[in-house]
Nanobody, 118 residues
Framework: QATLRESGGGLVQPGGSLRLSCTVS???????????MAWYRQAPGKEREFVAS???????NYENSLKGRFILSRDNAKRTVYLQMNGLKPEDTAVYYC?????????WGQGTQVTVPS
């Protein structure tokens, strides 16, 4: 079992929606509850970029261009963070990565592929 396990990616038409999930495998419930979690993405030919983050208190922060379309949430009991993506565009095509800057700052998993055709 991976430290951070992403799922939910796939092929979706422009304007569609998708929900990604990230489950923290190694952290116990109390550790996850007190930790900030984040999503990043990397499109073809581009560097990894910040998407959104959520604090232990539930405060969210989004990359400016994504505000209003993406929604981040968490379920501490399930040690899982979700990224709801709405109004998807071709430019959203990328590998999406979950990240735990406080719990596992140096860990990056395999990510999950999101493809939105032009």
């Amino acid at each position: 079992q991976a430290t951070l396990r992403e799922s939910g990616g796939g092929l979706v038409q422009p304007g569609g929606s998708l929900r990604l999930s990230c489950t923290v495998s190694r952290a116990i419930l109390s550790s996850f509850s007190g930790a900030t979690m984040a999503w990043y993405r990397q499109a073809p030919g581009k560097e990894r970029e910040f998407v959104a983050s959520i604090t232990s208190g539930g405060s969210t922060n989004y990359e400016n261009s994504l505000k209003g379309r993406f929604i981040l949430s968490r379920d501490n009991a399930k040690r899982t963070v979700y990224l709801q993506m709405n109004g998807l565009k071709p430019e959203d095509t990328a590998v999406y990565y979950c990240h735990a800057p406080e719990l596992y700052p140096n860990y990056w998993g395999q990510g999950t592929q999101v493809t939105v055709p032009s």
